[in-house]
Nanobody
Framework: QVQLVESGGGLVQPGGSLRLSCATSGFTFSNYVMNWYRQAPGKERELVARITSAGSRNYADSVKGRFTISRDNTKNTAYLQMNSLKPEDTAVYYC??????????????WGQGIQVTVSS
């Protein structure tokens, strides 16, 4: 019943911007950590950004200063604002979550993934 659905991907030129959304249902959103992962062709999946239930944010070094993760607990939705996009940002992006409150869980849930292509 836990569902994560990504949207907002597509094709963008280098230097452009894109905002991904992750709409969720089936769990108490405010108690969960939200993550964005990505997987480029031939590469392993990597963690891009994380926001905790308390609003603390962490980013991969490759996206610091360009990407911003956020969450709206009234809409049960997480976002990834991507600015100054580079061709190396091209990947399938995945929303991911696990429970943090009242105690962390080792069980994670994944969205289906959405394509982001940065190309001229």
């Amino acid at each position: 019943q836990v569902q994560l659905v990504e949207s907002g991907g597509g094709l963008v030129q280098p230097g452009g911007s894109l905002r991904l959304s992750c709409a969720t249902s089936g769990f108490t959103f405010s108690n969960y950590v939200m993550n964005w992962y990505r997987q480029a062709p031939g590469k392993e999946r990597e963690l891009v950004a994380r926001i905790t239930s308390a609003g603390s944010r962490n980013y991969a070094d490759s996206v610091k200063g360009r990407f911003t993760i956020s969450r709206d607990n009234t809409k049960n939705t997480a976002y990834l604002q991507m600015n100054s996009l580079k061709p190396e940002d091209t990947a399938v992006y995945y929303c991911n979550t696990f429970r943090e409150r009242p105690y962390p869980s080792g069980n994670a849930f994944w969205g289906q993934g959405i394509q982001v292509t940065v190309s001229s």
